[in-house]
């Protein structure tokens, strides 16, 4: 099983404040433990909702609207993504992280959607093509 | 540059346990990810089961608290995302208005941050991440 495990934005990760040394060194060790473990699929960490945009849709309009958007812990500052075998697997690592933010923080966790999960309604055919792009996704980023 | 694309459904955060998307709403979509991934410039993408049947861990008391969703007070949730490789946040966003997305939903498009953009303090204190990203635990983890 996929998780994603997302680190929610606060007013310093909004102003673009980097982390300190502390945080960073103390994450780093906490990234190679992922690592050694074998679980780390992916990790990043996403620049100010101000450089963003959002995309609002309504039928075949499309409205553009320039960050910085408000509702700080609603937003994402960055994420890891786990291959574990339960979402308790995923908390228990997730306990284990460094507070990733100076002051309060909160991580969510949410679970993957695997092409196994859609049943009947996700035809072999689609499958097929699924996994191909997967692959040639994969295939691409390597290269 | 990379762009991640996040798909926020409004009304996913109330949705139940095991809900699906809809089959003529997931093949319009996979039109729009042939698309991308023709034009060579998709590097990730996943869907995400609803908040009901994940969990937060907050750190507000020094200690890690978990909860178990769904989460009252959240207003947007995530459904799910594309990671592109673009040559600017226009291009980005035109991309992310191509998408066959409906009403209720929202895209929002977010500079990816590189390693290469943090002074130098901060990438020796990060050193090792690149590799970390370069050997993910793929072959270990499936």
Redesign the interface.
């Given at each position: 099983m996929?998780f994603?495990v997302?680190v929610k934005a606060d007013k310093s990760t909004e102003a673009g404040v980097?982390?300190s040394?502390k945080l960073?060194?103390e994450?780093?060790k906490y990234?190679?433990s992922?690592?050694k473990?074998?679980?780390?699929?992916?990790?990043?960490?996403?620049?100010p909702?101000a450089?963003?945009?959002?995309?609002?849709?309504?039928?075949s309009r499309?409205t553009?609207v320039d960050g910085p958007?408000a509702?700080a812990k609603?937003l994402?500052a960055?994420f890891w993504?786990l291959?574990v075998k339960s979402?308790e697997e995923?908390?228990e690592w997730?306990?284990r992280?460094p507070?990733?933010?100076e002051g309060?923080?909160?991580?969510?966790?949410?679970?993957?959607?695997e092409a196994s999960?859609?049943?009947e309604?996700?035809t072999p055919e689609?499958q097929q093509?699924?996994a191909r792009?997967r692959a040639?996704?994969a295939a691409?980023?390597k290269g | 540059m990379r762009f991640m694309m996040l798909m926020i459904p409004r009304g996913y955060e109330d949705a139940a346990p095991g809900t699906m998307p809809d089959a003529d709403a997931v093949a319009a979509m996979m039109k729009y990810n042939e698309a991308l991934q023709k034009a060579g410039v998709l590097l990730a993408l996943d869907g995400l089961h609803p908040p009901s049947m994940g969990a937060r861990v907050s750190f507000a008391s020094g200690k890690p608290t978990v909860r178990d969703g769904p989460f009252p007070e959240a207003k947007e949730v995530l459904g799910g995302y594309w990671m592109i490789d673009v040559k600017s946040k226009a291009e980005a966003v035109e991309w992310a208005s191509r998408c066959p997305a409906s009403k209720n939903e929202i895209i929002e498009v977010r500079q990816v941050q590189e390693f290469s953009e943090f002074p130098s303090d901060v990438q020796e204190a990060a050193s090792g991440f690149k590799e970390m990203q370069a050997a993910p635990g793929r072959g270990t983890a499936s």
């Open positions: 996929r994603m997302m980097l982390p040394e960073l060194t994450m780093g990234n190679e992922l690592v473990a074998g679980i780390l699929l992916a990790a990043e960490g996403l620049q909702s450089k963003g945009a959002r995309v609002r849709f309504s039928g499309r553009v958007f509702e609603e994402i960055g993504i291959q979402k995923a908390i997730v306990k992280c507070n990733p933010l309060e923080s909160e991580i969510e966790i949410r679970q993957i959607f999960d859609f049943g309604a996700f689609l093509a699924e792009m040639e996704v691409g980023t | -």
